[in-house]
């Protein structure tokens, strides 16, 4: 049985890759007993993995989840025909780490009945596949919440772009026609000065905004480069 799993990923604002790792731990469940466990570790909030563990179950298998104290999940009576015909209860324990949250998922026939190492070990090796489903789920969720989050800021910092030229047009065109109306001279420069300054600072505003796209594309591209990894994550 492979007992250990690790793919390099890139997170965006991280200057190293980081390590996904799913293995298999000894965990209490909510009897305090010790169980075995398919763990994966998370670089999200317990809050965020939590959310995601229940959208994952209601999603993909129509499954009611209730919460056991602060930090259990668990889904009773469900079916996963990939592991047995017969139903379990599926419990999932949430564990705050420094880098992260530890995600153990725990499979039981019964009160008493558990896959793990020494009883149904065949079910239990097929049981990390269900945390690697969970594991790719959860990552392509939250890079489509931000590269949607990202491409809405590039949208907004090119209409502000585009608003930033036809106010400096808008500005050119006055200024052009402060020149040929004549008038008083002093007052003429010194609404065209103003009109320049503010000219500068548009030009200074989508010079910015122009830098943020770019930072913004290269996140957006290093998450997709990520999204490639995880959905090759079997």
């Known amino acids: 049985m492979k007992l250990l799993i690790t793919l390099l990923l890139l997170?965006?604002?991280?200057?190293?890759?980081?390590?996904?790792?799913v293995e298999q731990r000894t965990v209490k469940n909510e009897e305090g007993n010790d169980q075995n466990s398919w763990t994966a570790r998370l670089d999200q909030d317990m809050s965020t993995?939590?959310?995601?563990?229940?959208?994952?179950?209601?999603?993909?298998?129509?499954?009611?989840?209730?919460?056991?104290?602060?930090n259990m999940l668990v889904a009773e009576k469900i079916q996963l025909p990939e592991l047995?015909?017969?139903r379990l209860d599926q419990r999932t324990l949430f564990t705050t780490e420094a880098s992260g949250t530890a995600v153990s998922f725990m499979f039981s026939l019964g009160y008493d009945v558990h896959f793990g190492l020494d009883s149904y070990p065949d079910k239990f090796e097929k049981a990390e596949d269900f945390v690697k489903a969970f594991v790719r789920y959860h990552y392509e969720s939250a890079y489509a919440k931000r590269m949607k989050e990202i491409e809405e800021k590039i949208?907004?910092?090119?209409?502000?772009?585009?608003?930033?030229?036809?106010?400096?047009?808008?500005?050119?065109?006055?200024?052009?026609?402060?020149?040929k109306g004549g008038g008083?001279?002093?007052?003429?420069?010194?609404?065209?000065?103003?009109?320049?300054?503010?000219?500068?600072?548009?030009?200074?505003?989508?010079?910015?905004?122009?830098?943020?796209?770019?930072?913004?594309?290269?996140?957006?591209?290093?998450?997709?480069?990520?999204?490639?990894?995880?959905?090759?994550?079997?």
Do not use: P
Request: proline fraction near 0%; glycine fraction near 4%; charge should be positive.
């Open 49 to 70: 993995c939590m959310d995601s563990y229940e959208n994952f179950m209601k999603e993909k298998f129509r499954a009611k989840v209730d919460k056991r104290g602060k």
């Open 155 to 179: 949208k907004s910092k090119q209409d502000d772009i585009e608003s930033n030229g036809k106010r400096t047009d808008r500005n050119n065109k006055s200024i052009a026609d402060n020149n």
């Open 84 to 86: 047995t015909n017969l």
């Open 11 to 21: 997170f965006s604002g991280v200057a190293e890759a980081q390590r996904l790792i």
């Open 184 to 234: 008083d001279a002093d007052k003429t420069k010194a609404k065209n000065d103003k009109m320049l300054r503010e000219n500068e600072g548009y030009s200074d505003d989508s010079a910015t905004k122009r830098r943020e796209i770019s930072d913004l594309e290269d996140e957006l591209s290093n998450l997709s480069e990520s999204l490639k990894k995880v959905k090759e994550f079997k």
